[in-house]
C-alpha cells in the first residue's frame, strides 16, 4: 500500500497489470502514473495489485471516495480467479454508488460485471492517437464533462473493445473504429477505452514490447509511431475529466 500526502480525499487504484522495466524506471510504477494524472495534493491514495490477488478490504470500502481501474494486458471476458474476483467488487462499490473509473481493460471489465457485453475488436488492434467524438446530447447531463470540447484525441491500445453497454449505462464519447469510447452510469461510473494517463514514451515502450513479442507486425508498428510523431494527445482534456468525475459530489435530481 503506497500512500501520498494524507487528507480528507481517499483513493485507490485497482492495478490489473504488473509494471513493465520501462515504467519501473523512468516513473517508479504505474501507480505513480495514475496518481500524475488524477491525483491532487491533500489527498490520499491506495495501491492494490489485484492482478496479483491484492485487494481492499471489504469492510474498508465506505472509507474511499473514488477508485481507478487501471489497464491491463488480460481479457476482460476472461475467467480468471482476480478477474472474477474483481467483477464483484466492481459491483459491490456500484451498488454503493461509489465513484469507478475504469481505463481500457478497467473500461470493459467495468462494464462485463455490470451486465454489459465485451470482446474482441472486429477492427483489430487500435494503438496511436485516436481522435474520439464526444456526445453532447445524452439523456443524463454528466456535470463532468463541461466545458470540454466535441473532439478530443487519446492514446489508444487495445485490441479488445465494448460491444454493448450495461442497462441504465449511455455512450457518451465514440470514434470510427470504437463504437464506445466513454460510458457512464449515473454520476458514479464512468469508462473510457482510451488511456488519459498515458504519455507518448509508455506507449512507444509498450509498441516496442507488442512487436518483440510478435504480438503486432512491423509495419503497423512503425506506423503507429509515425502517427504519434505528428500528433499530440488531449491529456489536460482527459486529465480534467477524470479528476471532475473523480472530486465532483453526485447531484441528485427529482422529477
Not at 519501473?24 to 491532487?40: D, L, M, P, S
Not at 491506495?46 to 492482478?51: G, I, N, T, W, Y
Not at 449511455?170 to 466513454?182: C, L, W
Request: hydrophobic share 40%.
Amino acid at each position: 500500500m503506497k500512500l501520498i500526502k494524507g487528507g480528507e480525499k481517499r483513493y485507490a487504484l485497482l492495478q490489473a497489470a504488473r509494471d513493465s522495466d520501462y515504467v519501473i524506471k523512468v516513473y517508479g510504477g504505474y501507480f505513480n502514473v495514475y496518481v500524475g494524472a488524477f491525483g491532487e495534493e491533500g489527498e490520499k491514495w491506495d495501491l492494490f495489485r489485484v492482478v496479483d490477488g491484492e485487494f481492499p478490504d471489504m469492510n474498508e470500502l465506505h472509507k474511499y471516495d473514488g477508485f481507478v481501474v487501471s489497464g491491463s494486458p488480460s481479457d476482460a471476458y476472461g475467467n480468471d480467479y482476480w478477474i472474477l474476483k474483481l467483477g464483484f467488487l466492481l459491483q459491490t462499490l456500484d451498488a454503493m454508488e461509489k465513484k469507478v473509473l475504469g481505463i481500457c481493460f478497467g473500461h470493459q471489465v467495468l462494464c462485463r460485471s455490470l451486465g454489459g457485453k465485451v470482446g474482441k475488436a472486429c477492427s483489430g488492434w487500435d494503438i496511436g492517437l485516436r481522435k474520439v467524438n464526444i456526445v453532447k446530447d445524452v439523456s443524463v447531463p454528466c456535470s463532468f464533462m463541461d466545458e470540454i470540447p466535441s473532439c478530443l484525441s487519446i492514446i489508444e491500445c487495445h485490441q479488445d473493445e465494448v460491444w454493448e453497454v450495461p442497462m441504465g449505462a449511455q455512450v457518451i464519447a465514440f470514434s470510427d473504429k470504437t463504437g464506445v469510447e466513454m460510458f457512464s452510469i449515473g454520476q458514479h461510473i464512468l469508462g473510457i477505452q482510451g488511456h488519459p494517463e498515458y504519455t507518448k514514451d509508455i506507449l512507444y515502450n509498450l509498441i516496442d514490447r507488442l512487436l518483440h513479442n510478435n504480438s503486432i507486425e512491423r509495419e503497423f508498428a512503425e506506423k503507429a509511431k509515425v502517427g504519434l510523431e505528428i500528433a499530440e494527445p488531449d491529456r489536460k482534456c482527459w486529465e480534467k475529466i477524470c479528476r471532475n468525475f473523480l472530486k465532483t459530489s453526485h447531484t441528485f435530481t427529482f422529477s
